[in-house]
């Protein structure tokens, strides 16, 4: 199945993680660290011609489907090796056979990058559906996402775009592996780095050029965002899949359909109810509605920018997330009329200490004296929120936040 187009320096710090080039132009050499599988192969360039398999072991077993005996087992040098693609060189469509291409209402903004997901689940196992937490995957799950920067934000699809990174997240018998794969100068084959890497690259957004470092994550840091902990299980999770982040439309090839039942359809998800209206559902929110915020009533504000909290910043604020000892708690189930004070209204900050001015989290009626909105617009790496993911500031994303703080009625003391 092909899946159609989405809809939607702290340099100095790691060198180990240095790239030097530009993606958009000359050669891109990748440092990639603490990679591989059990093969050969250059870190940082293309692979070596030959005319045997490019590595060695489990990763080098030749075949025609999926190779899940290395997803299982080892954490291959090249994606290439995994065979979740028909075509080793793009993995924004053609996946292998049973896979599903999805997309989310509204997205995790990760500096203006196109984002191709697909999900891959073992034949006859499916997901168990849950009301507000990820989907529970069997054991053999592979979710992909490939991160695509375009030249120009305003003319998306890969056609237009540079490949960056493809991240896996694998469900093993011992739970979830994240692993990050950087694509080569040539963009021939993605290599896995589990330092990372930093890509300079440039883009044109809303007219004007940003030259800037897109950071591609270590593992670590894949775990920071991914980390579960309820007192009783303290794993890695995946964050996207949510009812409430699928509950809309999709164009497969025979036609747009909603997800959650396509998934059903297909077999992959189970416990889905019968009825979907009561299934909450966080509104759509691309860059192109920033324009259309001040006809916005506040309970459409409020909404959009919790949904845009929930994606972008619960998956750590939350109980169970590692930003839980904050006290700010941004789920989109949860209610801002019953707990204000989880959403930061007029609440101290713990540890967190801003310019002067920025006393509260959240002021009602006041954008700018809110310390949430301030760490959203800031690009400065000791400032920004979230601190990981992102090197640029969101414009659109800021601005919703702004129009629903300052549409809030109150104050603070």
Known sequence: MQARLPVGSDMDRYPERLIRGTVLGSALLLAACGGGGDGGGTAGGNPPPQD?????????????????????????????????FKDETNPTANPAV????????????????????????????????????????????????????????????????????????????????????????????????????????????????????????????????????????????????????LNRAFDYD??????LQHWRKAG?????????????TVPAYVDADASLL???????????????????????????????????HLEYWRSLADEPVKHGTCKLPVAYRAAEGLNYDLVPGDASSSILHYRINTAEARHRMPEIGRHLAHQEGAALIAAWIDGLPGGCP
Request: glycine share 10%.
């Open 98 to 245: 049973g896979a599903v291409p999805y997309d989310l209402t509204t997205a995790l903004f990760s500096d203006y990058t196109s984002k191709y997901r697909f999900v891959f689940l073992p034949d006859g196992s499916s997901a168990q559906y849950s009301t507000q937490e990820a989907f529970d995957f069997p054991v053999g799950t592979v979710i992909s996402k490939t991160f695509a920067l375009p030249a120009d934000t305003a003319f998306r699809g890969i056609e237009n775009e540079t490949l960056l990174e493809t991240r896996l997240l694998i469900r093993r018998e011992s739970g979830w592996t994240a692993l990050p794969y950087v694509w080569n100068a040539d963009k021939t084959e993605a290599e896995f780095s589990a330092a990372g890497a930093f890509i300079p690259v440039s883009l044109i957004h809303d007219g004007q050029q940003i030259d800037f470092s897109y950071e591609v994550p270590d593992t670590n840091m894949c775990k920071q965002c991914h980390q579960f902990n309820d007192g009783v299980r303290n794993a890695i999770v995946p964050i996207g899949p949510k009812a409430r982040l």
């Open 268 to 280: 992959i998800l189970a416990g889905l109810p019968d009825d979907l209206s009561p299934v909450t």
């Open 294 to 328: 001040a006809g916005r009533t506040t309970a459409e504000l409020t909404a959009l920018a919790k949904g845009y909290l929930d994606v972008n910043c619960a998956h750590c604020h939350r109980p169970e997330g590692g930003a839980s000892n904050t006290g700010l």
């Open 52 to 84: 045997g398999p490019k590595e060695a072991g489990v990763c080098g077993d030749a075949g025609s489907g999926i190779n899940h005996g290395a997803l299982m087992s080892t954490n291959c040098q090249y994606l290439s090796s995994y065979r979740l």
């Open 254 to 259: 025979n036609g747009p359909e909603n997800q």
